[in-house]
């Protein structure tokens, strides 16, 4: 079974540029989560997806951060314009339910490792 | 204001000892809590789980005891083996809050061969 796949792997960009990363969940799995992990700490949450709905945003920081997910399967994440403390591995995951249901799992990917300039 | 707390950044072991990571919660709303795993260069892996009902759930080596009372949860490993060096997340979540878990800042395991 594919995993949640993400590109790219690394990225370098200066700050107030723009940037865009792309998750592939795995098959099947109806909830698509965003995390931004900085160095040092632990994944936090910025946005969950329930097929193409957003279910909960309110860590995304909206004036500069959007994100999308079309036709309920791949998501974009962007940031624009990118700030120095925006530096993280912005981690893609997703589950088969996403409703705390219990025995339940994340999927994560590897990440995209964002460094600003 | 931390909800999971880990409050040792690193654990060394030696081969074949127990390995006990702690995590502390804040927040009474959360009734499931995760452990992940995490190597460099990858994504977390989920490790094991247990329900506010229960207070030790046992994967092989893995088991996880909650004291609701304390707050408080526990991963040992028994025995240690080299390959379980990695970053230990400690997660909760309410049920029924659509899965939103708060992660800890991790736990950096070293078993030494």
């Known amino acids: 079974e594919a995993g949640v796949a993400q590109s790219p792997r690394y990225k370098i960009i200066e700050k107030r540029q723009s940037v865009a990363f792309w998750c592939n969940p795995i098959s099947g799995h109806a909830t698509l989560y965003w995390y931004q992990q900085i160095l040092g700490q632990g994944p936090k949450l910025l946005i969950q997806f329930q097929n193409n709905g957003v279910v909960d945003d309110s860590q995304l920081p909206k004036d500069r951060f959007s994100a999308e997910r079309l036709k309920g399967v791949d998501s974009t994440l962007k940031i624009q314009p990118a700030k120095l403390e925006d530096s993280a591995v912005y981690l893609c995951?997703?589950?088969?339910?996403?409703?705390?249901?219990?025995?339940?799992?994340?999927?994560f990917g590897s990440g995209t490792q964002l460094s600003v300039l | 204001d931390q909800q999971v707390k880990q409050n040792s950044p690193s654990l060394s072991v030696q081969e074949g000892r127990i390995s006990i990571l702690n995590c502390d919660y804040t927040n009474s709303m959360f009734d499931y809590f995760l452990w992940y795993k995490k190597y460099p260069a990858e994504g977390p892996t989920f490790l094991i789980s247990i329900s506010s009902i229960k207070d030790k759930n046992e994967d092989g080596r893995f088991t996880v005891f909650l004291n609701k009372s304390a707050k408080h949860l526990s991963l040992h490993i028994v025995p240690s083996q080299p390959g379980d060096s990695a970053v230990y997340f400690c997660a909760a979540t309410p049920v029924g809050s659509n899965y939103k878990l708060t992660f800890g800042k991790g736990t950096l395991l070293t078993v030494n061969p």
């Open positions: 995951a997703s589950s088969s339910q996403g409703t705390g249901g219990g025995n339940e799992k994340l999927f």
